[in-house]
C-alpha cells in the first residue's frame, strides 16, 4: 500500500462503515439489501452525518468569515499605508502588521475553507470505495467495512437502470450506457448548479459593502465561476454514488445558507437590513447579528424602525382654498 493509500485507509473504512451501518438499518425495516435505492439511502445517510458533525466547524467558520468582512476597512488603510513600497523590509512590515489584525479580530483568509477541506478526505475516500467495487467484486474481496457479499449487492445494485459504481467515463453493464449518461449528466448539471446557487446568494445578500469592495471579493468572484467548472468537469469521471454524495452534501449547504442569511446575516449586509426591517416591522427589538458591534445592530435597528414609520405613516388631507362668493 502507498502512502496516500496508508493515510485513506482509516477514512475509507469509516465511509464505508457509516454506509453498512444505514445500509443494515434499512435492510432491518424491509428494504432489499440489493436493492439501489436502499445503498442510495445510505449515501445519503452518510452526508448527514458528517454535515452534522461539522456543524460546529460551520459555526466557526461563519465568525471567521464575518471578523474578515469587519477588518477590511484597516486591511485597505494596511494597504495604502504600504502603497507603492516593494522594497523587502516594507513587505514585511505590512504581512507583520496583517498577522497582527488578522490575530485580532480572532480570523485568517482560510477560515471560509476550513469545511471543505474537512470534508476532502471523506470525499476521496468515498470516490476509491466506489470505484474499486467492480475490482473487489472480482477478486471476491470487500472495501474497508463492506464484506465481500455487501461489495456484489453494491455492484448489482442500479437506480434507473444505471449502476451505482458506474461513471461517465466508465458505463455500466452492456444496455445501462444511456442509463448512466442520463443520470450522470442529471447530476452533475444539479451538483454544479447547487454550488453555484449557493455562492451566488451569499455575494447577493450576505456581504457588506465593504467585503464587496474589497480585494478579498475579486478571489470570490473567481471561485464563483471556478470551483463549478472544476467539478462539472470532474464529475464525468465520478461513480454515480459519489455524484449522489456531491449533490447532497450541496443542497445541504444551500439550505444551512439560506437559514444562516435569513436568521443570522452578516453585519451591514442587505439581509441584515432585511431582518432588521422585519423585526422592527413586528415591534421586536434588533437581534444581535452574530460579529456584529453593538453600535451596528443598533444603527441598523434605527434604520429599519425609519423605513417602517415611513411607509406606514398615512399621508394627512390637505384643505382646498375656496374662494368666497
Known amino acids: 500500500m502507498d502512502f496516500f493509500g496508508t493515510i485513506m485507509a482509516p477514512f475509507k473504512w469509516l465511509v464505508s462503515a457509516i454506509m453498512v451501518g444505514f445500509h443494515d438499518g434499512l435492510s432491518a425495516i424491509g428494504m432489499p439489501a440489493a436493492n439501489g435505492w436502499t445503498w442510495t439511502l445510505s449515501i445519503i445517510g452518510l452526508v448527514l452525518v458528517i454535515r452534522a458533525a461539522l456543524i460546529p466547524v460551520f459555526v466557526k467558520q461563519i465568525k471567521a468569515q464575518r471578523g474578515m468582512q469587519l477588518l477590511q476597512p484597516d486591511l485597505k488603510k494596511l494597504q495604502d499605508k504600504y502603497k507603492g513600497k516593494t522594497d523587502q523590509l516594507s513587505r514585511q512590515a505590512m504581512a507583520q502588521e496583517q498577522m497582527a489584525l488578522y490575530k485580532k479580530h480572532g480570523t485568517n483568509p482560510f477560515s471560509a475553507c476550513l469545511p471543505m477541506l474537512i470534508q ?73 448548479a447547487s454550488q453555484f446557487i449557493t455562492q451566488k446568494q451569499i455575494m447577493a445578500k450576505n456581504m457588506s459593502e465593504e467585503a464587496l469592495a474589497s480585494p478579498f471579493m475579486r478571489q470570490q468572484k473567481m471561485m464563483l465561476y471556478i470551483l463549478p467548472i472544476v467539478f462539472g468537469v470532474g464529475g464525468i469521471n465520478f461513480p454515480i454514488g459519489v455524484l449522489i454524495y456531491w449533490t447532497t452534501t450541496n443542497l445541504w449547504t444551500m439550505g444551512q445558507q439560506f437559514f444562516v442569511i435569513r436568521r443570522m446575516p452578516t453585519p451591514g449586509s442587505p439581509a441584515a437590513k432585511a431582518l432588521a426591517e422585519r423585526r422592527a416591522a413586528r415591534g421586536l427589538p434588533a437581534m444581535p447579528l452574530l460579529g456584529a458591534k453593538k453600535a451596528e445592530a443598533e444603527a441598523a435597528e434605527a434604520s429599519a424602525a425609519t423605513a417602517v414609520e415611513a411607509k406606514t405613516q398615512r399621508a394627512q388631507p390637505q384643505r382646498k382654498n375656496r374662494k368666497r362668493k
Open 120 to 192: 476532502m478526505p471523506f470525499f476521496f475516500a468515498l470516490f476509491q470505495v466506489l470505484s474499486g467495487i467492480s475490482t473487489a467484486k472480482s477478486a471476491g474481496q470487500g472495501i474497508g467495512a463492506m464484506s465481500a457479499e455487501q461489495v456484489k449487492q453494491f455492484d448489482e445494485s442500479t437506480i434507473f437502470g444505471a449502476p451505482l459504481s458506474a461513471s461517465l467515463l466508465h458505463g455500466g453493464a452492456s444496455g445501462n450506457e444511456a442509463a448512466v449518461w442520463i443520470l450522470s449528466i442529471v447530476m452533475i448539471l444539479a451538483m454544479t
